[in-house]
């Protein structure tokens, strides 16, 4: 019964962080369209009672060119809102 419980929290746990995951690789596509996505990492999070913030690390390869990009999404922990997403092309 206990094993089941834990798998059930790893589960939940598992989809928020593909919730997050995904909402990264979705605002680094609306910047490059037609960009394929290779990789995808997060690089750290940081939670506080009134806010959340995940930064990803996203590698795109755009025609010849291959390069990464940061997505850091800031949002509010109780609700799952949305406060801020910043999208910045990491520098080589």
């Known amino acids: 019964m206990v094993q089941s419980a834990q798998s059930a929290d790893a589960k939940v ?8 995951e995904s909402r990264a690789v979705k605002e680094a596509k609306k910047r ?18 009134k806010e959340s ?14 390069f990464g990009v940061f997505v850091t999404i800031s949002y509010n922990p109780h609700s799952n809102k949305v406060n801020k997403v910043i999208v910045v092309e990491e520098y080589s």
């Open 13 to 20: 746990i598992t989809t928020a962080a593909d919730q997050w």
């Open 32 to 49: 490059y369209p037609l960009a394929h996505v290779l990789f995808k990492q997060k690089v750290w999070d940081r939670h506080r009672e």
């Open 53 to 66: 913030v995940k930064q990803y690390h996203i590698t795109l390869k755009d025609q010849a060119k291959e």
